[in-house]
């Protein structure tokens, strides 16, 4: 059985074909990458895998499970995560809780059925504990210690893209979509966004769908890359065979030198 996939999937926006009989077929465990020009349709291949659009057709099958007409909720608690090309966080809230409420997804209990209120030994307190030493290890592992009680809205922009790298972690995801997460930041955070990313993948052993402007990272990072232009898929493989092909090469033109910027 094939651990993520996609077949034909397509969706209109009036009469512009945004996604256009799209397939793939994604490793568990791998980084998978979809390049392409803006506008091409790489936010909304996202959009419909987390449920925020419905797909005219198509399928989209995580571990023999079709998402397809599930709610993003539904397609959450089964285990596909993401983080927002713009970023969607509480800003008036503090790292830790915009983290933990990646956690309350999985919850039994409600959220605010918390550990003074139930005594530390009821189901909820326990439940909550359990979560919060699963959010410490995430704020650990992102570096996030200094900053853990401080409101999102006080962060750089760089540091808020890895609280919502964590919140999206903190679900435990099967599938992690990130797009463009190396969108401004500076050339010290992508570097260590690009080791983490190495990371997630070994650590929380998790597949990683990702959307990605700096090609030399991507280049670097992926297994294997899907370049998509107008919808429409222009070809699917090895970086080094996507890199080299002509239609990738002529898409780009017109954009910076992509591969050397
Ligand atoms: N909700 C929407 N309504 C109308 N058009 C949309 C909507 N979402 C995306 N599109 C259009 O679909 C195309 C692909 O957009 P998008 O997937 O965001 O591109 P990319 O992420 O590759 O830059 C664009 O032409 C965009 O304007
Ligand atoms: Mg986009």
Redesign the pocket.
Known sequence: MDHFRVENLSIS??G?K??NNVSFTVEPNSIFSII??????????F?LISGI?HPNNGRIILEGEDMVGKTPDRIARKGIARTF?NIELFAKATVMDNIMLGRHIHMKTGIFTGATLLGRRSRAAQEEIANREIVEGIIDFLDLQSVRDQYVASLSYGKRKLVELGRALALKPKVLLLDEPSAGMNTEEKEDLNIWIKDIREDYQVTILL?EHDMNMIMGISDRIFA?NH?EKIIEGLPRDVQTHPEVIKAYLGEEDIFHA
């Open positions: 926006f009036g512009l945004a996604v392409g020009p803006n506008g091409s349709g790489k936010t909304t291949i959009n659009y090309q959307i998509i919808g």
